[in-house]
């Protein structure tokens, strides 16, 4: 039996090829799709109720590079959605039946590269969001902060003097506090109190 080049029954076979090709395609959109969205979901809800202690003591500028990087990362993570969506549902469009192989192949082949290409672009979106969520958290890790300040102590002597200034060591014989940028140190015996100050002013 002769097959005509534009019998209809070859192009309804290869219709339903291709549904079942394309449908394969999309299913793993959509699954790419809900894996980003999670890790997504995840990044933005620790963001929302971890606060800025990850960030707490940073210089200004390091802060800055912190959220930076986390910014974009949030924003490759919602692009990458976004070409999986596109994936797996395509754009609303009006599809109108080819009445020819040539058309019909044509079509399809569009039709199947775009929807890899948004598939490829989802799955290397998602592979720069997780690269910079290490990035993240390496810079919060590692990023150098400032040294602790040492607690301000206000000190009453024993013949009525009062010193203040940053504690420096407080053992059971002496309490050494820092006073006009020099180290006092003075015997336990001659303190008669001593108290946690916000400032010397």
């Known amino acids: 039996m002769v097959v005509e080049p534009d ?35 995840i990044l933005s809800a620790v963001l929302v109720f971890k606060g800025p202690d990850p960030v707490a003591g940073l210089a200004t500028p390091l802060r800055v590079l912190l959220f930076a990087v986390v910014v974009l990362a949030i924003a490759a993570g919602m692009t990458g959605c976004f070409f999986a969506i596109r994936a797996a549902a395509g754009l609303p469009v009006v599809q109108q039946r080819r009445t020819t192989i040539d058309a019909l192949a044509t079509d399809q082949r569009a039709r199947r590269e775009a929807t890899v290409r948004h598939l490829h672009r989802a799955i290397g979106l998602s592979a720069v969001m997780i690269a910079l969520l ?28 009062v010193l203040c200034g940053p504690l420096v060591r407080l053992d059971a014989d002496e309490v050494a506090i820092t006073v006009f940028g020099e180290a006092v140190v003075v015997k336990r015996a001659q303190v008669n109190a001593l108290s946690e100050s916000q400032s010397c002013s």
């Open 134 to 161: 290490v990035v993240s958290v390496g810079l919060a890790w590692f990023l150098p902060r400032p040294p602790a300040k040492a607690p301000m102590a206000r000190m009453e002597l024993v013949d009525g003097r």
């Open 7 to 41: 019998d209809p029954t070859v192009i309804d076979r290869l219709t339903a090829d291709f549904t079942a090709d394309i449908t394969r395609l999309r299913d793993s959109a959509e699954r790419w799709r809900n894996g980003i969205a999670m890790i997504t979901g």
